[in-house]
């Protein structure tokens, strides 16, 4: 490994969850995500899909040799089992792993684990050890608690659109997934807190997770605008509400960030791009003012910025030490050095595709390796005979469970 995290005392293998058993009935995005950051820190996590199927996922594209490089990428370091949990005698085969498990994640919409005898009520009685985490779109709770739900419709339920794109335009997604990826990543945190406090109390804990409700949590400054102000905000395009000079500003040939996020900061700003009177313009004296005069400020700083391209701009304001940046494609971002450098682009080897590039794990850590290279992604069913083993169904045939 080439980056500083390689350096100091041996590295161990794995990750803080090891020894940890996830059972994992996710699908699609949401649920598969929290389960990839649980096998990312250790954690041993069993995959139960749908057989024939498995998870909708591995219908979705881009596909790669007719494997899907989304599926992969959300289920690499996984195992997958095929079970169909409306039989008794795979439900049975569940219980057996859950009875090993010291989690289990689900995000079905509310109220279909218990239609097939697995809610939490069931399973606490019959495992009490075992920490239940459900991650849906409305919650166990409240009167949307039945209505599906994806990404998109917790984007717009949740307030997150009504505040991207531009001042005037149309109703725009967030690029990413966010209302599914932080949906995972509050679930994760659930997890971690409930593993620690069943070490503490030896209690196990349900965990409900709505997707709503995690983009609620994420509007931060805009909540905090409408409840002090009774403004309703809208969109800036990439211009923050309350610092100025925080934006994207047109140079000689594309686009610069500067975040300036105090009067330091924009002193240090105006000075680099020739613009001392700038720090010296009343209207733009504090960084109130400054967001009360946005669009002159604007107007003042590009005038500047059109002597130089981003480039050059970026090495000057760099020396200068103002945060700044260009707008990089996703090409721009898998290559740049300091990306590869925090080993944020992994490999992992599949054996019909070969080497495959994915996202890397964000979270590192000074006694646990962080290998450039982490375990495929698993074929549907592909561990069956493994798992049923290690269950003591070592004889039993697919077709006869």
Same mark, same amino acid.
């Given at each position: 490994m080439t980056s500083q995290m390689a350096t100091g005392p041996k590295r161990a293998a794995g990750g803080p969850l090891n020894g940890v058993l996830v059972i994992d009935l996710t699908r699609v995005l949401a649920g598969p995500y929290c389960t990839l950051l649980m096998s990312d820190l250790g954690a041993r996590v069993i995959k139960v899909e749908i057989p024939e199927t498995g998870d909708d996922a591995r219908q979705i594209g881009p596909f790669i040799k007719q494997k899907?490089?989304?599926?992969?990428s959300l289920n690499r370091g996984k195992e997958s089992i095929a079970l169909n949990l409306k039989i008794d005698r795979d439900r049975q085969i569940?219980?057996?792993?859950?009875a090993r498990a010291d989690v289990v994640v689900e995000n079905f919409r509310s109220g279909t684990m218990d239609k097939?005898? @697995? =809610?939490?009520?069931?399973?606490?009685?019959?495992?009490?050890?075992?920490?239940?985490?459900?991650?849906?779109?409305?919650?166990?709770?409240?009167p949307y608690q039945s209505k599906p739900a994806y990404d998109l419709v917790v984007q717009a339920m949740g307030g997150i659109m009504s505040l991207t794109g531009q001042e005037g335009?149309?109703?725009?997604r967030v690029g990413t997934s966010i209302g599914d990826l932080s949906a995972g990543l509050f679930t994760a945190v659930g997890i971690s807190s409930a593993l620690y406090h069943r070490s503490q109390t030896g209690e196990a804990l349900k965990i409900d997770v709505s997707m709503l409700d995690c983009q609620v949590a994420l509007l931060e400054n805009a909540i905090a605008r409408y409840l002090t102000t009774g403004s309703v905000p809208g969109? @800036? =395009?990439a211009r923050h509400p309350s610092i100025a000079p925080f934006d994207a500003y047109t140079t000689d040939d594309s686009h610069v960030i500067v975040a300036a996020g105090n009067n330091n900061l924009f002193e240090r700003f105006a000075k680099a791009i020739g613009g001392r009177q700038l720090a010296q313009?009343?209207?733009?004296?504090?960084?109130?003012?400054?967001?009360?005069?946005?669009?002159?400020?604007?107007?003042?700083?590009?005038?500047?910025?059109?002597?130089?391209?981003?480039?050059?701009?970026?090495?000057?304001?760099?020396?200068a030490g103002v945060p700044c940046s260009p707008i990089n494609t996703v090409s721009d971002v898998l290559s740049d050095e300091q990306v590869k450098y925090r080993n944020m682009v992994i490999t992992t080897p599949d054996p019909i595709i070969g080497d495959i590039k994915m996202a890397g794990n964000p979270i590192k850590f000074d006694r646990f390796d962080d290998p450039h290279t982490r375990p495929a992604a698993p074929d549907l069913d592909a561990d069956r005979q493994r798992i049923l083993a290690s269950l003591g169904i070592e004889t039993a045939k697919k077709e006869e469970i």
């Open positions: 899907s490089a989304y599926f992969m569940l219980h057996q792993l859950l097939l005898n @697995l =809610g939490w009520d069931t399973l606490h009685e019959r495992h009490p050890r075992l920490i239940y985490a459900a991650v849906s779109g409305f919650g166990h709770s409240g335009g149309p109703p725009t969109p @800036l =395009g313009d009343p209207r733009y004296a504090t960084n109130d003012l400054r967001c009360q005069n946005v669009e002159e400020l604007k107007h003042d700083i590009e005038a500047l910025l059109a002597r130089h391209t981003t480039a050059q701009w970026i090495d000057i304001l760099d020396k």
